[in-house]
């Protein structure tokens, strides 16, 4: 009962954050939202968790939602990936651009 307290905070918390986020990644704060409110519904009722994870071929539905979460870290991680490359690669076309713009006033 401690933990489903706890859990709740937490989640409760997330869903504050992803509610002052909305305005600026909209896409985001829905995700954020429906993940936070699904984790409350599993933290309360963890027996359906057992029973979506035995409809999907899980034994478990704590091994269900650690799969989940696993699939979704990865999916951050990508998406952190790709926007920190799109942005390595802006700052080298700043770099090139401010290069040639001290070398032609250099002449």
């Known amino acids: ?41 599993f933290v309360w009722a963890p027996s359906h968790a057992t029973l979506l994870a035995e409809h999907v071929g899980i034994g478990r539905g704590v091994d269900l939602i650690l799969y989940i979460w696993v699939i979704i870290s990865l999916i951050v991680l990508l998406n952190l990936h790709l926007k920190l490359r799109a942005q390595m690669e802006l700052i080298t076309v700043l770099a090139r651009s401010i290069a040639i713009a001290e070398a032609a006033r250099k002449r």
């Open 1 to 41: 009962m401690i933990a489903q307290f706890i859990l709740t905070v937490l989640l409760g918390g997330i869903l504050i954050y992803a509610w002052s986020e909305y305005r600026r990644a909209p896409a985001v704060a829905l995700l954020s939202v429906l993940a936070g409110l699904c984790g409350l519904y």
